[in-house]
């Protein structure tokens, strides 16, 4: 289950780190009509899509990310409470992120990128699925159970 909390780690930092902010980037854009710069280095987002793709395209695109970047964050979550389905839909959603990467030049979330497969994948055997086993006798037979406990015997009705 650590490996499971790693990922999810990774996975709030990396949404937190990128995704995030896309906001004040696509307003920057907006504003002034270029990208702002990471201290003076590089244009942030400033990938192969800036130069293909017209200014409101573009804002669609970043604003797309960081929606993309909040479902990997939900499905952290998810792995977070021990959820298989939450890792599957994680590792499905690589893909779709990997594409945003290569638009937007991003280099480092390939590396958390891997670090959350590699993380999902030893903790796989921890996760639970998430089916629910129905008890003998429905809700009702829980009931039962509780009454038995509290020494009521099931004699008072249920409903």
Excluded: C, H
């Excluded at 990396?14 to 244009?43: H, K």
């Amino acid at each position: 289950m650590k490996s499971a909390r790693v990922a999810s780690v990774v996975t709030w930092v990396y949404a937190a780190g990128f995704g995030i902010p896309a906001i004040p980037v696509a307003v920057y854009l907006v504003d002034r009509g270029g990208l702002p710069s990471f201290m003076g280095l590089f244009d942030m987002y400033g990938g192969p899509w800036y130069l293909r793709f017209q200014q409101n395209t573009f804002v669609v695109l970043l604003v797309a990310f960081l929606v993309v970047t909040m479902v990997a964050a939900w499905t952290a979550w998810l792995i977070w409470k021990g959820s298989k389905v939450g890792a599957v839909l994680s590792l499905a959603l690589l893909p779709v992120e990997a594409v945003f990467w290569i638009g937007f030049a991003l280099p480092l979330p390939w590396l958390s990128g891997i670090a959350r497969a590699a993380l999902i994948g030893l903790a796989w055997k921890s996760l639970k699925g998430n089916r629910r086993r129905s008890q003998p006798g429905g809700s009702q037979g829980a009931e039962r159970v509780e009454q038995r406990v509290a020494g009521d015997g099931g004699s008072s009705a249920i409903n």
